[in-house]
């Protein structure tokens, strides 16, 4: 008996042990670019993280939850962050050194933020229902992302030394319903600032600007028979020129079965130039991000009936505890 329970402490111990172990963080950052990374916390209840999706119109695939950091030059970048099943946009200026990560806080308003680790400063800070698609009612979104609704606080310029930018569908013919908009486009913010809800065009000042783009179209039927809809939410960035005019333009995706994707660009309406080239982005389906693998898949064992855990993974480098 006294060798059975010395036996289960020592089963127990390397288990635990081995639950403890981390995986290894990377070398020290290029003194000379700046990073950025998302965040992930566990707790008895299990893990919460952030995650960067997007930069300057580079999808960033692999794990969903993921300590991953990412490069950047010094200079702008148009970004996109994950959180809680949502896409928030913002705008980074990037310096030498800088060590950016993505961080929330438990707050009724599940306010995300982003601060520089090199110098303990807060560089963008917004309320999680800023990233809502919708316009929804005061008690729905109470029901979802706090008490208040979406909040628009971009701010458009005027006069010569501003530009446009348009989004705008193209319209299609659709037995039976006619022409309609071939899907919905829409300018969601600008250098981090949230725009209003189904907004087409904007004026912006000129000079380096943040954008992050909206779209969503049909692509097939459910098992249910009701339409399934996917969606990307893809920032870039544009250099833009005082009194010019620019036009998204954009690759819908195929319908059917196997991965989707979005292709967007940016045109100068005068010159024909494209001005930001094509990015790609994998389509979403309501909650569900597109393009991802996961940390612990689950296998079926040759000539067994039960699903196979596979043993504990090492902590990731950036995990911390709450």
């Not at 635990?16 to 992930?40: W, Y």
């Not at 800088?98 to 963008?124: C, H, I, M, P, R």
């Not at 989004?167 to 037995?175: L, M, Q, T």
């Not at 250098?191 to 692509?219: H, I, N, Q, T």
Request: hydrophobic share 40%.
């Amino acid at each position: 008996m006294k060798l059975l329970r010395l036996a289960a402490i020592a089963i127990f111990a390397a288990t635990a042990a081995h639950a403890q172990e981390r995986e290894p963080a990377p070398p020290p950052q290029d003194p000379s670019l700046a990073t950025i990374r998302g965040d992930v916390v566990s707790s008895f209840l299990g893990k919460t993280s952030s995650r960067v999706m997007y930069i300057d119109g580079r999808f960033l695939g692999g794990e969903l939850e993921t300590c991953d950091r990412h490069d950047l030059a010094p200079g702008p970048h148009s970004l996109v962050v994950a959180f809680k099943g949502r896409l928030m946009p913002l705008r980074l200026d990037a310096g030498p050194g800088d060590a950016f990560v993505v961080k929330w806080e438990n707050d009724s308003d599940d306010t995300l933020y982003v601060v520089n680790e090199a110098t303990g400063q807060t560089v963008f800070r917004r309320p999680l229902r800023d990233a809502e698609n919708d316009p929804m009612s005061e008690t729905v979104i109470g029901q979802i992302t706090g008490t208040k609704a979406p909040s628009a606080t971009y701010i458009e310029p005027s006069g010569p030394d501003s530009a446009l930018v348009t989004a705008v569908p193209r319209r299609v013919n659709e037995f039976p319903f006619g022409e309609r908009d071939e899907g919905r486009i829409e300018i969601v913010a600008i250098d981090g600032e949230r725009l209003g809800d189904r907004v087409r065009s904007a004026r912006v000042a000129a000079g380096a600007r943040a954008m992050a783009f909206y779209l969503s179209f049909y692509v097939g039927t459910g098992a249910d028979y009701q339409p399934i809809y996917g969606w990307a939410k893809v920032p870039v960035m544009l250099d833009a020129k005082p009194g010019a005019t620019y036009a998204l333009g954009y690759e819908a995706p195929q319908r059917g079965f196997g991965p989707q994707y979005i292709s967007i660009w940016i045109e100068d309406t005068a010159t024909g130039a494209i001005v930001v080239p094509k990015a790609a982005a994998l389509v979403n389906v309501g909650m569900q991000f597109g393009g991802f693998s996961y940390r612990e898949p689950t296998s079926f064992p040759a000539g067994k009936g039960q699903l196979k855990r596979p043993p504990p993974k090492p902590k990731l480098w950036c995990e911390r505890e709450r």
